[in-house]
């Protein structure tokens, strides 16, 4: 399958730092990316839809000034957490489809794991 | 959660038997597909059914769909230590990919 890579794995930061998380799709273009929020054995919660060159579609009760995206180019999404606070340590999870796979199948990033100190 | 329910949400086996796990969703779909997940990582994508597909198989899996219910089930056959991890189906509607609650297989040796 396609490659998505998502970085960092892991970051620490202190309360009222951001932090910018990115997906990159390595082989094939991502029309559409997801960002996913995932606490400890619990499912995924869709943060939000981006796809490219225009504003991301943010689920209900998520903050867009808070969770901002970006999507510039086919293969590159990022998700920035603005003026973090230990509320929004979790694990958070992007996935990319697009023109080849058809948007319907996603291909998952290995997750970005957020402490918020 | 975002979509509907699954269950079981956890089911333990010895290897070599079939597991089954059943999701349900709530709208209308344009399919529907199950990813696997082990712990701390991203998912994977197993396979995917179309919403005028009511039967598929992919190896040891096999998919079924009822779109009158709203509900699907994965079946693994055969099952090995290896499969063990959690299992979402992820349906999508419109631009969007949901994931219901998941279940946490486990396979003993």
């Known amino acids: 399958g396609a490659v998505v890579s998502q970085h960092p794995s892991r970051v620490i930061c202190k309360s009222g730092t951001s932090v910018k998380i990115e997906c990159r799709s390595l082989?094939?273009?991502?029309?559409?990316m997801f960002w996913y929020r995932q606490f400890p054995k619990q499912s995924l919660m869709l943060m939000a839809t981006s796809n490219e060159g225009s504003k991301a579609t943010y689920e209900q009760g998520v903050e867009k000034d808070k969770f901002l995206i970006n999507h510039a180019s086919l293969t590159l999404s990022t998700l920035t957490v603005t003026s973090a606070h230990p509320e929004d340590s979790s694990f958070y999870i992007c996935?990319?489809?697009?023109?080849?796979?058809?948007?319907?199948?996603?291909?998952f990033g290995q997750g970005t794991r957020l402490t918020v100190v | 959660s975002q979509q509907g329910e699954e269950d079981p949400q956890a089911l333990s086996i010895q290897e070599g038997e079939n597991a089954t796990m059943n999701c349900s969703y709530k709208?209308?779909?344009?399919?529907l597909q199950w990813y696997r997940q082990n712990s701390g990582r991203g998912l994977v994508h197993l396979i995917l059914?179309?919403?005028?597909?009511r039967e598929k198989h992919s190896g040891r899996l096999r998919v079924t769909l009822d779109t009158s219910k709203k509900s699907s089930s994965l079946l693994i056959t055969a099952s090995r230590a290896a499969d063990t991890a959690s299992y979402f189906c992820g349906e999508t509607s419109g631009s969007r990919l949901t994931f219901g609650e998941g279940t946490q297989l486990t396979v003993n040796p």
């Open positions: 996935s990319a489809a697009g023109q080849g796979h058809g948007w319907s199948e996603a291909f």
């Open positions: 709208t209308s779909i344009n399919n």
């Open positions: 059914i179309r919403s005028n597909e």
């Open positions: 082989d094939f273009q991502a029309t559409t």
